[in-house]
């Protein structure tokens, strides 16, 4: 949907004048919130909120409502295609909301604001013995941004997705109401909010699952150079009868090796580009108390991994902050600051392996650029209840995407074999991750993605948020033109 915004400028205007001391138009203000970690979408907002309580939120949409002014929602801006930016219109950055107000032991949940970064949350639980169940490889989002996209994490074959794992939640709707809601009361509204993308509502207060943990943790780091053989391990170590494993991650890996045919090629070598080697790396951690010494053969025996590469021993914090080294390589490399049109897919378990070999065998290994990876992502469904996360069906999924760095230059051509990896995936069965780069720009594709939850989506955006305020631009639904 395209918006004048030059009809809501003085509304906006006004607002922020009104509300100062939370409300800016400043320049630099704008243009930290004009684009995302996608770096290829940019938008610039008429103005920015920083709440500083659910009172803020019920203002600002309730003025948003009565003015047609569109207001998205922005946690830490970590999507890649303009999902938390505003053409004109509000964001709301909750991230001003970050309070923490404690575990409770009895339900085994952490109440904190939706504006908290998980490592902050992480900061505040693992020295009182507690971990969140689920937790992404990159701690610096937030905790309602990861409800609203699905949150996948290392823990996820166990626990399924962090936005499984709350209890409730508090939401102001696109009506300006605040409802609390949970798997026990409104739970129409909890099923929609949780992957809703703040399409329905703002998340303001979320209860968080976490589990008690031990202090150190053993990673076992196990190699594999076929496909099929790494899947037949996952699907062992992600048994739901089997709790031997605290998490599992995975990638794959490219070993450059000389030059083929594929695509286009270059200039003084028709048709010649880089291939890779594909390895598969396998890491799996187990907890420990402080003194004690797992039995590795316990955990490794039976694996029909080709290379054992060892084992590595962190802390509880020094684990859940193991990307870090990675995303300080991608800083030095300048890739931080490039375009980031990640396009992550989720396969139906029986064609994952004959789509990943096609797909890698076609992907020059520098298309990924500096810093850039292929997310590698076996997943068991039994542990979700989240309805709009969409994912193919059985019982065992598998997650994976090409997460480049390009820089400007090249990013029509990295679009341009994206859009073909997208959806020749589709084709195949599978679901797109929906924070990555996503160009569905029909409500007939949005129908295609949701399938049979499609009705839910539109029926839910009437109710939840009648004026269409929230979020507007990212799903096209079939009364807008
Ligand atoms: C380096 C890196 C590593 C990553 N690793 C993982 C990973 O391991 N697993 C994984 O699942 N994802 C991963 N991601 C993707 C990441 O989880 C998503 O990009 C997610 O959107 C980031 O959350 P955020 O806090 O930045 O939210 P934002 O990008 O700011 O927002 C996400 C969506 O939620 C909406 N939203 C924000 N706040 C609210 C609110 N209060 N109420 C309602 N809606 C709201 C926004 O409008 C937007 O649609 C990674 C991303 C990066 C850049």
Not at 52 to 58: I, K, L, Q, S
Not at 225 to 236: I, N, Q
Not at 395 to 412: C, E, H, R, S, T
Request: contains cysteine; negative net charge.
């Amino acid at each position: 949907m395209t918006v004048d915004s030059s009809s809501f400028a003085s509304a906006i205007r006004a607002f922020a004048e009104q509300n100062a001391d939370w409300v800016f138009f400043d320049d630099a203000t704008l243009e930290e919130h004009a684009t995302d970690w996608g770096r290829w979408k940019f938008e610039t907002p008429g103005a920015v909120a920083r709440p500083r309580g659910t009172e803020d939120v019920v203002a600002l949409v309730n003025y948003c409502r009565e003015q047609g002014i569109p207001l998205t929602p922005r946690a830490h801006g970590h999507s890649q295609s303009g999902q938390s930016t505003s053409d004109g219109g509000f964001v709301l950055d909750i991230r001003s909301m970050n309070e923490i107000r404690g575990i409770d032991e009895a339900t085994g949940t952490v109440d904190c604001d939706g504006g908290v970064v998980w490592r902050v949350l992480c900061d505040y639980t693992v020295p009182r013995g507690y971990v969140p169940r689920v937790l992404t490889n990159n701690l610096a989002v937030c905790v309602a941004g990861t409800i609203s996209v699905a949150g996948i994490g290392a823990a996820s074959f166990r626990y399924g997705l962090q936005a499984d794992n709350v209890t409730e939640l508090e939401v102001v709707t696109g009506e300006g109401e605040v409802i609390v809601c949970s798997r026990e009361q409104n739970r129409d509204l909890f099923d929609v909010v949780r992957c809703g993308y703040g399409q329905f509502g703002i998340i303001t207060r979320a209860k968080v699952m976490v589990r008690p943990c031990k202090p150190k943790v053993r990673m076992y780091h196990l190699l594999y150079d076929d496909l099929g053989v790494f899947m037949k391990d996952a699907e062992r170590i992600m048994d739901p009868e089997d709790d031997k494993y605290h998490t599992l991650e995975s990638r794959s890996a490219p070993c450059p090796i000389f030059t083929k045919r594929i695509g286009e090629g270059i200039e003084l070598a028709k048709g010649m580009q880089m291939y890779a080697y594909w390895l598969y790396p396998l890491f799996l951690t187990v907890e420990y108390d402080e003194g004690e010494d797992p039995n590795d053969a316990e955990f490794i025996d039976g694996l029909n991994y080709y290379q054992n590469l060892g084992v590595v021993e962190y802390t509880q914090l020094e684990f859940l902050n193991r990307l870090e080294p990675v995303f300080e390589l991608w800083h030095r490399a300048n890739a931080w600051d490039m375009a980031h049109p990640w396009m992550e897919v989720i396969m139906p378990w029986d064609v994952a392996q004959s789509y990943i070999e096609f797909a890698q065998e076609n992907l020059p290994p520098q298309a990924l650029g500096a810093g850039g990876h292929v997310l590698l992502w076996p997943a068991c469904t039994v542990s979700s209840d989240s309805p709009l996360f969409m994912h193919p069906e059985g019982k065992f999924n598998m997650g994976w995407g090409i997460l480049p760095a390009v820089p400007q230059k090249f990013l029509d051509q990295a679009l341009n074999s994206l859009d073909m990896a997208s959806e020749m995936a589709i084709g195949y069965g599978g679901k797109r991750y929906l924070s990555g780069y996503i160009t569905f720009d029909t409500p007939e594709k949005w129908a295609a993605h949701f399938g049979d939850k499609w009705d839910l989506v539109c029926e839910a955006k009437k109710r939840w948020d009648p004026s269409g305020i929230l979020a507007p631009g990212f799903i096209q639904y079939p009364w807008e033109n």
